[in-house]
């Protein structure tokens, strides 16, 4: 089996890669990383391309001639997607153009996996919640509104061209590599750096009210195997624990993993100009069509995360952290 991955080099993409190479069916494994990228991805082939750059794409996929891919390239953060939507939507809607035009070309049989998000819902009432795939679509920043069209790009190749596409809406995840982007990693590298004496014992936090449905990233990726499989074409899925947590609670778990005596204190420019209070997810369809359930514990997952921030911090001595 050849497997491309692309956003191969990215948080999701790294672990998957791990996966597929830990797993017992061996497969080929290429992945598409941006021209000069120096990501170190053992058993991995690595192509470079732009994901901008649609002949760069379709070079990569003819040499890789996948049987299934996971696209995973993204610009991935909501709170950037407010800073330049036009690259946000370049990468997100015209990226994927380009990988399913050179498909169509190259690799027309293959399976694909698109992966969106729970943002495309938007503000759902708590009575719509756990929120299913039939909820409406009412996305409410340019990265939610760039998943939408990615999904319907998607359904369109599965419709118009017979591809064997299958969709996520995939809630949040993290763990270990997660940047800090994302509040509960930028929690952990603050907590690590305090730890380490490199700045002052004082956390610095967004909106600590909204409720997330967090799921392991190695959950995740689970999901996505099983879901390129034996997913229906064009079916779209939510990957999600079904489980919600309130942000301030995923702080307090992160503080009481350290001994360091930690302040917390407000920063207005962590807040989102729109912020959903609650998403939280029904994962039945991705059971009932895969079997799937997420397997590790919340504290693992915390745990692992602050670990890896420890360690990136500690190699980094006064270098600068990998974000
Ligand atoms: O920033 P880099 O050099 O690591 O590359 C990122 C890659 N990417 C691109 N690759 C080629 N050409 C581009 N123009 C381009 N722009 C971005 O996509 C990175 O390796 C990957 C995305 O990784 P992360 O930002 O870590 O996202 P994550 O969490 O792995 O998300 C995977 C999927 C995305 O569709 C998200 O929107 C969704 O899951 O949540």
């Known amino acids: ?81 407010w800073r330049d939507p036009a690259a946000t939507v370049r990468v997100n809607v015209l990226g994927l153009v380009h990988v399913l035009e050179a498909l169509r070309r190259h690799a027309e049989g293959a399976r694909v996996l698109v992966v969106g998000s729970a943002e495309e819902y938007g503000a759902v009432p708590e009575a719509r919640q756990p929120i299913d795939e039939d909820c409406p679509l009412r996305p409410a920043s340019p990265y939610a509104a760039s998943k939408v069209c990615q999904g319907y790009l998607a359904l369109q190749y599965a419709l118009g061209h017979g591809m064997a596409l299958v969709r996520t809406r995939t809630f949040n995840h993290t763990g270990p590599g997660r940047g800090e982007a994302f509040a509960e990693s930028s929690f952990a590298r603050q907590i690590a750096e305090i730890e380490a004496g490199r700045r002052p014992p004082r956390i610095r936090v967004g909106n600590l009210g909204a409720v997330r449905d967090f799921t ?77 359930e997420p397997r590790v514990p919340l504290e693992r997952t915390l745990r692992d995360l602050l670990d890896d921030w420890r360690g990136r911090i500690a190699a980094s001595a006064t270098a600068p952290v990998r974000a």
């Open 1 to 81: 089996m050849r497997v491309l991955l692309t956003g191969a080099a990215g948080f999701v993409g790294r672990h998957l890669a791990k996966a597929l190479s830990d797993a017992t069916a061996p497969s080929t494994l290429f992945g598409i990383v941006r021209p000069g990228s120096r990501a170190d991805l053992p058993g991995v082939t690595r192509l470079e391309a732009d994901i901008e750059d649609a002949a760069a794409v379709a070079g990569a996929v003819a040499e890789a001639r996948p049987d299934r891919v996971f696209h995973l390239a993204a610009q991935s953060s909501p709170t950037e997607s």
């Open 216 to 292: 392991d990233v190695r959950d995740v990726v689970s999901a996505y195997e099983r879901l390129i499989e034996t997913g229906t074409p064009g079916a779209v899925y939510n990957v999600c624990s079904g489980r919600g947590y309130r942000i301030q609670e995923i702080l307090e778990r992160l503080l009481a993993l350290s001994e360091a005596p930690i302040e917390v204190e407000v920063d207005p420019e962590r807040l989102r100009p729109v912020d959903v209070p609650r998403l939280v997810g029904d994962p039945g369809r991705l059971r009932q069509a895969t079997g799937w």
